[in-house]
């Protein structure tokens, strides 16, 4: 039996506890009683931000923090609101992106996306309020007792989301559709690299060193982790490519085969499947080299990366 | 001579110095360099990302920070770091407002929106990336050496920014417009209080309470400056009504006369116009109380309110 199938069995087990976690704190953050310093939250708006936040996605962003900050044995509590956190970050930009004068998505996990469910300006405020409420989460001391802790991640989280992160990726990849010249160059798979780096990896990348932030680790043991996290924003955007264009709309959740419609600059339309598949399993074995000077300590996360790879939706 | 006529000259010159040095910082700390941890900053975002917050509007709310931590000598460079932030969550919330699925307005300070002089995804990405930016600036050492004091800003600028406060109150006041039920009640005299004290009072007041925060003020000097924010974020919404009715486009730099048309809920409408103005004298005679016990070194802060009462554009 391979590590992978003998670890099989109890990570799919981890991934679903972290992911009910995970939607137990959300449900419960996202309660209707205002906090401190609010001063209500509105119906309409907390029950478009639950139908974006609750109840759907594999939860695999809060799963890597929760993981990452075990490697250390930092408490599982401080992980799971950064990660929730961070989720929180992550379905904002689901819903914008899903927007009309965005990608134009009418459907996310197989459920009808936020502006169609409620209507437009809704959705651009659910992404908002998502957005905002996520350093709300950050901040308390429930995420961390030290406040140096806490406003280091605020500051990591701030730069792998905004424009030199995850917006800035959104951007460049409009750019590559063609949407601000219709003749531009495709890109190379440099840039293409860049564009996903930013649009995917810098949130998963966060995921990775936010455990090794939230334990105080060692600079080293940071750089690790970033690497490792780095190695699998790559293989998951790899992934996803290939489902865009292997899977099934059924299956994946949403619709597929938008992105070679739209233009869009993917690993897969530069590498052919056969060559990005090649590519995916070279960053699986990174992923794994990073970990290295962990041990058996980091079973767990290799066999996140490889579950990341081999993904069928 | 009032007192208001004497500090005049003073108070315009604080102002516009205020405001250029905002500008400055803004201009700074938007280059095209990327930070630590970022990747690179796309030109087409940065450049509408400048466009949207740099050379227009008063900073009236970076003055209100300068000045309210001004009044606890805390260092004026703090206070522009806070001040910066808030103003790019004051223009994020602007460009998104302005969206066609919104407020849809193509005037924002006398030049085309965001939305207009770019297109809608850009104006999307360019508010997100500017509230994220703003907890970016405030994690920053330079914003206050203490993470105590960085982490604190943070909390209640999201609390403040949030669906519990900014977001929730466009919520609101869309929802007042019958946007979501065509037979909605009109609002009374309360729910305007309260929408009006989410959409715009919020950010006001955490204005004030962030000089607070960055001193490290005492519990009641804390409550005194939030009093005060409180009270010159409704004058500052009552002003804003009496200008949409009063005002011409050219002076205000904006539409004018949409609210009415848009039958949205204002305190002119409630009150009509000698009344609202009532009240707004009242407001400012709070403002003033809340300031007692600071005397003569509030006199500043008791100008900065009789100006929003009294601006005309």
Same mark, same amino acid.
């Given at each position: 039996?391979?590590?992978?199938?003998?670890?099989?069995?109890?990570?799919?087990?981890?991934?679903?506890?972290?992911?009910?976690?995970?939607?137990?704190?959300?449900?419960?953050?996202?309660?209707?009683?205002?906090?401190?310093?609010?001063?209500?939250?509105?119906?309409?708006?907390?029950?478009?931000?639950?139908?974006?936040?609750?109840?759907?996605?594999?939860?695999?962003?809060?799963?890597?923090?929760?993981?990452?900050?075990?490697?250390?044995?930092?408490?599982?509590?401080?992980?799971?609101?950064?990660?929730?956190?961070?989720?929180?970050?992550?379905?904002?930009?689901?819903?914008?992106?899903?927007?009309?004068?965005?990608?134009?998505?009418?459907?996310?996990?197989?459920?009808?996306?936020?502006?169609?469910?409620?209507?437009?300006?809704?959705?651009?405020?659910?992404?908002?309020?998502?957005?905002?409420?996520?350093?709300?989460?950050?901040?308390?001391?429930?995420?961390?007792?030290? $406040?140096?802790? &806490?406003? *280091?991640?605020?500051? +990591? /989280? %701030? @730069?792998?989301?905004?424009?030199? =992160?995850? #917006?800035?990726?959104?951007?460049?990849?409009?750019?590559?559709?063609?949407?601000?010249?219709?003749?531009?160059?495709?890109?190379?798979?440099?840039?293409?690299?860049?564009?996903?780096?930013?649009?995917?990896?810098?949130?998963?990348?966060?995921?990775?060193?936010?455990?090794?932030?939230? $334990?105080?680790? &060692?600079? *080293?043991?940071?750089? +690790? /982790? %970033? @690497?490792?996290?780095?190695?699998? =924003?790559? #293989?998951?955007?790899?992934?996803?490519?290939?489902?865009?264009?292997?899977?099934?709309?059924?299956?994946?959740?949403?619709?597929?085969?938008?992105?070679?419609?739209?233009?869009?600059?993917?690993?897969?339309?530069?590498?052919?499947?056969?060559?990005?598949?090649?590519?995916?399993?070279?960053?699986?074995?990174?992923? *794994?080299?990073?970990? +290295?000077?962990?041990?058996?300590?980091?079973?767990?996360?290799? #066999?996140?990366?490889?579950?990341?790879?081999?993904?069928?939706?």
């Amino acid at each position: 039996m391979t590590l992978a199938a003998e670890l099989a069995p109890s990570f799919s087990q981890r991934l679903s506890a972290a992911a009910a976690e995970t939607d137990r704190l959300l449900d419960r953050l996202l309660a209707s009683a205002p906090c401190q310093n609010e001063i209500l939250r509105p119906q309409r708006l907390l029950d478009a931000v639950r139908y974006a936040s609750l109840g759907g996605g594999k939860r695999i962003r809060p799963f890597l923090v929760v993981e990452a900050a075990a490697l250390f044995e930092a408490p599982r509590e401080r992980a799971l609101m950064a990660g929730a956190a961070l989720e929180c970050v992550h379905c904002y930009s689901l819903v914008h992106d899903d927007l009309p004068a965005m990608d134009d998505d009418d459907l996310r996990r197989g459920q009808p996306s936020v502006h169609k469910a409620f209507d437009e300006a809704t959705a651009i405020l659910v992404g908002d309020s998502l957005l905002t409420f996520a350093f709300d989460v950050v901040s308390r001391p429930e995420t961390h007792p030290d $406040a140096a802790v &806490r406003v *280091e991640l605020v500051s +990591a /989280l %701030a @730069r792998a989301a905004g424009f030199g =992160g995850m #917006a800035g990726g959104q951007m460049l990849d409009l750019a590559a559709e063609g949407r601000f010249d219709p003749r531009r160059e495709p890109l190379d798979l440099a840039a293409i690299t860049t564009l996903q780096q930013m649009k995917t990896g810098a949130l998963l990348r966060f995921a990775c060193v936010a455990g090794a932030i939230l $334990a105080r680790a &060692r600079p *080293e043991e940071r750089e +690790a /982790l %970033a @690497r490792y996290g780095e190695a699998i =924003g790559r #293989a998951f955007q790899i992934a996803d490519d290939l489902l865009d264009v292997e899977g099934d709309a059924a299956t994946v959740g949403k619709s597929t085969g938008k992105d070679a419609a739209a233009g869009k600059a993917t690993f897969v339309g530069v590498l052919g499947a056969e060559g990005a598949r090649a590519w995916l399993k070279n960053l699986v074995a990174e992923a *794994e080299a990073a970990l +290295a000077g962990f041990g058996s300590r980091a079973a767990m996360l290799a #066999a996140i990366a490889r579950f990341i790879a081999e993904r069928r939706a």
